[in-house]
């Protein structure tokens, strides 16, 4: 049988355990049904432009058949430069490509340093891409929104993410293919 002092422990406990539940309830989440808010349910594909953007500029955002007749797979030169025109660096990418993807390997030029890189991305209905370049020493993500009319030339603009958290900059792309002379 219990006594006084171990009923009134007992009753302490479970007022404790009563007060730390009210105290610290857990929040309730409701997620909205049949609300996709992803980029590509957004039709964005990059946080900068919008599927009527990228419309205007020769692409939407959606990768599509018609884009696996343009050939990218090549050598690429793009010179990067920031909002007031100052040169961030180069990039020279060897691209190949598979249907809609686009991937490769190339070196990063920013005065005397050079670092590896590799790029990754896709063709996008129309006339556009997405490629994301990182440096593989300094592991810096060039994110860019590039549009090719004519398959050998390309303009855009990019976004810089840096490791450490610090933040994006935001420039300008343009560059051409070095092969693109070559017969098909």
Known sequence: MLNFSEFMLMLAAIACIIFAACASPTPIVIEPEGMDLSLEGMKISDPEHTAEYLAKT???ARPGLQTYGRNLAGNWS????DMKSIPIGDVDLQLHQSEAALF??????????????????SLLEGNAMILNVVTLD???????TL????????????????PKGEAPVKGTVSGGRNDWRRIS
Not at 138 to 144: D, G, H, I, N, P
């Open 104 to 121: 490769g390997t190339g070196t990063f030029k920013q005065g005397l340093i050079r670092q590896m890189a590799a790029a990754e991305g």
């Open 78 to 81: 793009l010179e990067l430069r």
């Open 58 to 60: 020769g692409g939407t």
């Open 138 to 144: 300094s592991a810096y993500l060039y994110r860019m």
């Open 147 to 162: 549009n090719s009319a004519d398959g050998n030339s390309t303009s855009g603009t990019f976004t810089l993410y840096l």
